[in-house]
Structures are given as structure tokens and as C-alpha cells.
Nanobody, 122 residues
Framework: QVQLVESGGGLVQAGGSLRLSCAAS????????MGWFRQAPGKEREFVAA????????YYADSVKGRFTISRDNAKNTVYLQMNSLKPEDTAVYYC???????????????WGQGTQVTVSS
């Protein structure tokens, strides 16, 4: 049974930064592409960022490009999302995702985390 556990969410002022972490347990996900999605109240879940298993290739939604950075540490079975220059519209529950397919953005997610709340105040 694979578990993805997110951490690092919280309340931050606009312009601030947060770093989300997603730790995988149950099996190694070194051969999986990993990513982040988010869901704001009343909206559908949307793709944010993804990274292939090698850690070399990344892909971002236009809304976060230049502000967010995804990375991974395969030795720790962990993926990160560094979020800078945060805006109120970034407020959402952020979900970690793992996919066997290396196609980016992640189109078929095999595992989801439970989510972590990010709130950006104006």
C-alpha cells in the first residue's frame, strides 16, 4: 500500500514563500513521475507541476511558471514544491501525485496524497 504524505502547508502573506514536501512510503517511487495539483474552494482540481523519475525534466502550469519549483530526492523518496512570490489566488489544498507514466503533465495518476492547505493572505 503506497502512502503519500504532504507537509509544509500553512498561512503566508502575499509575496511570501512556502515549501511543500511529499514523502512516499510503502514502496519506492523512484520510477514514477511525481507532481502537484491543487484545488481551490468551488473549483476543480488543477495541475500545478510535475517531474519525471530522473529529476531532470519538469513541467509547470503557466500560472505558476517562474514562481514555483518542483524537485525530488529519490534517496529520500520525497518530492518538493518550492513556492515563491505567492499570491492570494494560490490559495488551495495542494495534493501530491504519483504516476507510472512519464508523460507530462501527469495525465493518469496512480496515487494521491491527502492534501495540505495553503492559504495566502492579501
Amino acid at each position: 500500500q503506497v502512502q503519500l504524505v504532504e507537509s509544509g502547508g500553512g498561512l503566508v502573506q502575499a509575496g511570501g514563500s512556502l515549501r511543500l514536501s511529499c514523502a512516499a512510503s510503502g514502496r519506492t517511487l523512484n520510477t514514477y513521475a511525481m507532481g502537484w495539483f491543487r484545488q481551490a474552494p468551488g473549483k476543480e482540481r488543477e495541475f500545478v507541476a510535475a517531474i519525471r523519475s530522473s529529476g531532470v525534466t519538469t513541467y509547470y502550469a503557466d500560472s505558476v511558471k517562474g514562481r514555483f519549483t518542483i524537485s525530488r530526492d529519490n534517496a529520500k523518496n520525497t518530492v518538493y514544491l518550492q513556492m515563491n512570490s505567492l499570491k492570494p489566488e494560490d490559495t488551495a489544498v495542494y495534493y501530491c501525485a504519483a504516476a507510472r507514466s512519464q508523460v507530462l503533465p501527469l495525465t493518469t495518476v496512480n496515487y494521491w496524497g491527502q492534501g495540505t492547505q495553503v492559504t495566502v493572505s492579501s
